[in-house]
């Protein structure tokens, strides 16, 4: 199964932009699902993440400005960004991972803000 995801791009500061990542064939036994990302020069962080419950966490740093929600029936996972900033700058990759302990990703997908 691979990850694609979709949606970057280039956006000013407080503007908006949608992440998409669709799964190419279906997990069994998700425990969670959320997006990662990495700036220039620094580590991956967790973004956001949904459990298998429905229940969202966020960074400090994102909330109230992303949303994430699933289509289980569309294998889909989406992060709806708003309020965009500068420093939200990075490569956005979305993430599975199953109760087995496995884990997915996608290629990533590049959000630049500009100021």
């Known amino acids: 199964v691979q990850l694609q995801a979709s949606g970057g791009g280039l956006v000013q500061s407080g503007g908006s932009l949608k992440l998409s990542c669709a799964a190419s064939?279906?997990?069994?036994?998700?425990?969670?699902t959320g997006w990662y990302r990495q700036a220039p020069g620094k580590q991956r962080e967790l973004v956001a993440v949904?459990?298998?419950?429905?229940?969202?966490t966020y960074v400090d740093s994102v909330k109230d400005r992303f949303t994430i929600s699933r289509d289980s029936a569309k294998n889909t996972v989406n992060l709806q960004m708003t309020s965009l900033k500068p420093e939200d700058t990075a490569v956005y990759y979305c993430?599975?991972?199953?109760?087995?302990?496995?884990?997915?990703w996608g290629q990533g997908t590049l959000v630049t803000v500009s100021s």
């Open positions: 993430n599975v991972a199953t109760y087995h302990g496995s884990t997915f």
């Open positions: 064939g279906r997990i069994l036994s998700i425990s969670a």
């Open positions: 949904i459990t298998s419950g429905g229940r969202p």
